[in-house]
């Protein structure tokens, strides 16, 4: 039920920048908030970013959010080996009355 | 902090019922600004929300998954639980549980359990 779209992987240069989109509609995105979440191999996932663009206590200041119309970006500046995980943008979608997940991006440091 | 923890059979066959309870502690599972949820992934596969509930007992379901789910919560035991019947291989997943905080326009997951992998086969 991944409503929301993602790019299936990224890759970059240590100390580099990458931005990950998700794609949505008016009854998701354009419409309710937009989350992020970080999970490391064989882990559970971790809140990145809720509500846009905010970070959670703990969380690096080199992950950031946006969002414009039906779609989010999560940015990743200074591109660390660790950062080395799948990511998920997710928000509340109003027609299916679901929390609906994107479809993952993978994100590898060359 | 709050931690959340999963427990339950790893092993459930087809057309039985998959039980699992998430034990909260840290924290009281009482609270007015907190949903309980379940949420699983296949295996290689990305993530899908199963359902949530108050510590009142009210809950969502997700509709895909509503005639064969049920969620329970037991506050003297600061406990939620989650039944899903007549299960088949594709269930199969790990299921995590999730503390969810709702604002209007918004719900976020934070803290998750570590997981637990159910596997439905005879």
């Known amino acids: 039920q991944s409503v929301l779209t993602q790019p299936p992987s990224v890759s970059e240069a240590p100390r580099q920048r990458v931005t990950i989109s998700c794609s949505g509609s008016?009854?998701?995105?354009?419409?309710?908030?937009v989350d992020w979440y970080q999970q490391l191999p064989g882990k559970a996932p971790k809140l990145l970013i809720y509500?846009?663009?905010l970070l959670p206590s703990g969380v690096s200041d080199r992950f950031s959010g946006s969002k414009s119309g039906t779609s989010a970006s999560l940015a990743i500046s200074g591109l660390q080996s660790e950062d080395e995980a799948d990511y998920y943008c997710a928000a509340w979608d109003d027609s299916l009355h679901v929390y609906v997940f994107g479809t993952g991006t993978k994100v590898a440091v060359l | 902090q709050v931690q959340l923890q999963e427990s339950g059979p790893g092993l459930v066959k087809p057309s039985q019922t998959l039980s699992l309870t998430c034990s909260v502690s840290?924290?009281?599972?009482?609270?007015?600004?907190?949903?309980w949820t379940w949420i699983r992934q296949p295996a290689g596969r990305g993530l899908e929300w199963i359902g949530r509930?108050?510590?009142?007992?009210?809950?969502n379901y997700n509709p895909s998954l509503k005639s064969r789910v049920t969620m329970s919560v037991d506050t003297s035991k600061n406990q939620f639980s989650l039944n899903l019947n007549s299960v088949t291989a594709a269930d199969t997943a790990v299921y995590y549980c999730?503390?969810?905080?709702?604002?209007?326009?918004?719900?976020?997951?934070?803290?998750w359990g570590q997981g637990t992998l159910v596997t439905v086969s005879s």
């Open positions: 840290g924290g009281s599972i009482n609270s007015d600004i907190y949903y």
């Open positions: 999730a503390r969810l905080r709702l604002v209007v326009g918004s719900g976020w997951f934070d803290p």
């Open positions: 509930i108050s510590s009142s007992g009210n809950t």
């Open positions: 008016s009854s998701n995105i354009g419409n309710n908030a």
């Open positions: 509500y846009d663009d």
